[in-house]
Structures are given as structure tokens and as C-alpha cells.
């Protein structure tokens, strides 16, 4: 009966050590995950910035400057907004990209556009930044998987009834 009672003990270290473990790994992850989104909000911010300019400079080149009212709506969308996460940036950023990608189409048709320095500049910098928040978007889909699986992990042990992390979604 004492042999059993020891057993019985040493699973429950067991379990809690476990569990303890768990739960640290998930804090650590989270931290991860939250450095990530800070990081590519701030490089959307940088990003963003430069877009007035880069319709100002072509509204010189064009005979209808109306066609960028929905750039403009969007980047003012953008400045009401508070974003906090990068799931509220998502979806503000593919409707960006896809305007951006519009005025590229309308720029390739300009040819005294492409002699400007600052027009050049500007869209060169909203491509690498454009480029470095896709690369970030990865590795935050990797730090996500990692954290699924821990809470996965988690859930596997009664502790998800005490501790209830949910999983996040990998974009």
C-alpha cells in the first residue's frame, strides 16, 4: 500500500513538472510572438508613411489625380485606426498592397515618372519594407506553430481546465 501511495506521488510530481514546463515554454512563446508583431507593425508604420508622398508625386504626373482616392481612403482608414495587432494590420495591409500594386501598374505606363529621383526612392523603400514585413510574417507563423503545439501539448494534461490558453491563428 506505501509502494502504491509512492507511485501515486511520483506521477503526480511527474505531471506537475510537467505542466510546469508547459506553461513557462507558453509565456516564452508568447513574448516571442508579441516582439513579432511589434516588429512588423512598426515596419507597416514605416511603410505607410510614405505612400502620401508617393501619390503626391504622381498626382504631378497625371491628368485625373481622382484615381488615387481609394489610396488616400485607405491610408486615412489607417490613421483613425489603432492598431494593436497584427491581425488588425492584416487585412489593412492586403488592401494597401493591393492598391500599391495599381499605382506600380499606372507608374509603368508614365515614363517621365521613372526619371524622378523622389518617386524612385519612395517606391523602392515601400518595396523593402513591404518585403521585410513578409519575411516577419514567417517567422511569426513559425513562433504561432510553436505556441499551437504547446497549447496542444497543454491540453493534453487537466491543466487546461485551470489555464486557458487558446490557440492563435498562423496567417
Not at 39 to 53: G, Q, R, T
Request: net charge positive.
Amino acid at each position: 500500500m506505501k509502494d502504491l501511495l509512492y507511485i501515486i506521488w511520483a506521477i503526480l510530481g511527474i505531471l506537475v513538472i510537467y505542466n510546469l514546463i508547459i506553461v513557462i515554454l507558453i509565456k516564452h512563446s508568447i513574448k516571442k510572438i508579441k516582439k513579432k508583431d511589434w516588429e512588423i507593425i512598426e515596419l507597416f508604420m514605416s511603410k505607410i508613411n510614405k505612400i502620401p508622398a508617393l501619390v503626391e508625386i504622381m498626382k504631378k504626373y497625371t491628368n485625373h489625380p481622382d484615381i488615387f482616392e481609394d489610396t488616400i481612403y485607405i491610408h486615412k482608414q489607417w490613421i483613425i485606426r489603432n492598431i494593436r495587432s497584427v491581425e488588425d494590420l492584416r487585412e489593412l495591409n492586403f488592401r494597401l498592397h493591393r492598391e500599391f500594386q495599381f499605382l506600380m501598374n499606372l507608374s509603368a505606363k508614365i515614363r517621365e515618372l521613372h526619371r524622378d529621383g523622389n518617386f524612385l526612392y519612395i517606391r523602392n523603400y515601400v518595396i523593402f519594407y513591404e518585403n521585410n514585413i513578409n519575411k516577419l510574417l514567417k517567422e511569426a507563423n513559425i513562433h504561432l506553430d510553436k505556441y499551437n503545439q504547446l497549447v496542444r501539448y497543454k491540453n493534453i494534461s487537466i491543466l487546461w481546465l485551470i489555464i486557458p490558453y487558446r490557440e492563435k491563428i498562423v496567417f
